[in-house]
């Protein structure tokens, strides 16, 4: 078989087998990656790709159906966040807002699961610039954004539940909040559109778009390690501290309720004596919070910053792959973990969609709403309020 049939079977013959060198491999070696782009897409793909087998067509579709059950996920668990906060007057309140600005960002993140779909039937990324950039700032609008909500939602939690008379938010300080994580994502997402600082590059089974962390220059390395302090860090830094204070504020509230309950002689003072333990409660919540978010940016974190310190050959198409797939999953499972838990929530849920088998109790113990995310805890009800004391 000459060169120009062969060529035809393996794609173009400059980048049929890029690793040896060679212009043309045996015939019955596997196609690099990459084979499947159109000539004039061909320059998107970074070189350290080209050095890999195209994945087999299994990981493909498994990724699709993954995909799609993602996508049926997402738009089913957000989209009734927004419906029933929106529509309920007793879930109208300033903290719902940010529930509300969170799975905003997470319908914006399903955005993208279409667009991954045709490119892995294509093979290639369909859309060529303009596609690759679109796809990568939505991905980083939506990625950032719901980091930074989780933060302040972690700060209002704390000022709620911490001071449930004067420590609550109002509606304009809510809304100025919610202006802020939308200009958070700014910088690291426009920047690179506009290639003023990065720009955006195929990864993985180059099926997915993201910024660049696999070249060596300056400006590369600078851009991906200022981005891993604004968009990791900080919110990482901002979840943990606010709710180690809140737990520990919960832990010394509770140990005042047992040294009153004992001075009077009596068993308890909490509201609910056969709940569990209010500390333990906040303490789950919060390491779940927590949890969900080490899973869901801490493999993007470690790929880019190998990328960044020159450590390449340890990420593999596959290893790429991995943070684009738990974006994506979390941004699923953020509206049954915030708001699913969430007593009002749950009856307006038994209440509207019997169907869905979601039952409630009638009495609740209000922590459930401030621990897990909502209105923080009930002045009325609430264990944790001062004024119960």
């Known amino acids: 078989m000459d060169s120009l049939e062969?060529?035809?079977?393996?794609?173009?013959?400059?980048?049929?087998?890029?690793?040896?060198?060679?212009?043309?491999?045996?015939?019955?070696?596997?196609?690099?990656?990459?084979?499947?782009?159109?000539?004039?897409?061909?320059?998107?793909?970074?070189?350290h790709w080209r050095s890999f087998p195209a994945p087999q067509i299994y990981y493909q579709a498994f990724l699709f159906m993954a995909f799609v059950a993602m996508l049926l996920c997402s738009l089913f668990g957000n989209g009734l966040v927004l419906w029933i906060f929106s529509t309920s007057k007793n879930l109208r309140t300033p903290s719902n807002l940010l529930i509300?600005?969170?799975?905003?960002?997470?319908?914006?993140?399903?955005?993208?699961?279409?667009?991954?779909?045709?490119?892995?039937?294509?093979?290639?990324?369909?859309?060529?610039?303009?596609?690759?950039?679109?796809?990568?700032?939505?991905?980083?609008?939506?990625?950032?954004?719901?980091?930074?909500?989780?933060?302040?939602?972690?700060?209002?939690?704390?000022?709620?539940?911490?001071?449930?008379?004067?420590?609550?938010?109002?509606?304009?300080?809510?809304?100025?909040?919610?202006?802020?994580?939308?200009?958070?994502?700014?910088?690291?997402?426009?920047?690179?559109?506009?290639?003023?600082?990065?720009?955006?590059?195929?990864?993985?089974?180059?099926?997915?778009?993201?910024?660049?962390?696999?070249?060596?220059?300056?400006?590369?390395?600078?851009?991906?390690?200022?981005?891993?302090?604004?968009?990791?860090?900080?919110?990482?830094?901002?979840?943990?501290?606010?709710?180690?204070?809140?737990?520990l504020h919960v832990r010394d509230h509770e140990k005042m309720l047992a040294d009153q309950a004992k001075k009077m002689n009596i068993k308890s003072l909490s509201a609910n004596q056969n709940a569990m333990s209010v500390e333990i409660r906040i303490a789950k919540a919060a390491m779940t919070i927590y949890m969900m978010y080490v899973f869901s940016w801490t493999p993007y974190a470690t790929v880019s910053l190998l990328g960044t310190f020159n450590y390449r050959y340890?990420?593999?198409?596959?290893?790429?792959?991995?943070?684009?797939?738990?974006?994506?999953?979390?941004?699923?499972?953020?509206?049954?973990?915030?708001?699913?838990?969430?007593?009002?929530y749950r009856a307006e849920l038994e209440r509207r969609l019997p169907w869905l088998g979601v039952r409630e109790r009638n009495a609740v113990p209000s922590v459930n709403s401030g621990s897990n995310v909502g209105d923080g805890c009930d002045s009325e009800t609430g264990t944790i309020s001062m004024t119960n004391c």
């Not at 890029?18 to 793909?45: A, K, V």
């Not at 509606?171 to 100025?176: A, D, E, G, L, V």
């Not at 600082?197 to 070249?215: N, Q, R, V």
Request: aromatic share 16%.
């Open 6 to 47: 062969r060529s035809e079977i393996i794609g173009p013959v400059p980048f049929a087998n890029y690793q040896n060198g060679s212009s043309l491999s045996s015939q019955n070696s596997p196609p690099n990656l990459g084979w499947h782009f159109p000539m004039e897409y061909q320059h998107l793909i970074h070189e």
């Open 100 to 247: 509300i600005n969170l799975a905003i960002f997470d319908l914006t993140m399903a955005l993208n699961m279409p667009h991954y779909m045709i490119n892995a039937v294509l093979g290639y990324f369909w859309g060529g610039d303009l596609g690759c950039d679109i796809y990568a700032v939505i991905g980083g609008i939506s990625g950032q954004g719901a980091a930074v909500t989780n933060a302040f939602i972690a700060y209002d939690r704390y000022r709620t539940i911490s001071n449930p008379i004067d420590g609550r938010l109002n509606f304009p300080q809510i809304i100025i909040i919610i202006i802020m994580t939308w200009l958070w994502t700014t910088p690291f997402s426009v920047l690179p559109l506009f290639h003023i600082w990065g720009h955006y590059i195929p990864e993985g089974f180059l099926t997915s778009c993201s910024f660049d962390y696999l070249s060596q220059d300056d400006e590369t390395r600078y851009f991906v390690q200022s981005m891993f302090v604004w968009a990791y860090c900080i919110p990482m830094i901002i979840i943990c501290v606010y709710y180690t204070k809140l737990f």
């Open 314 to 344: 340890m990420i593999t198409p596959f290893a790429s792959m991995i943070p684009c797939c738990c974006a994506k999953l979390v941004s699923c499972l953020d509206p049954w973990v915030y708001a699913a838990s969430h007593p009002k």
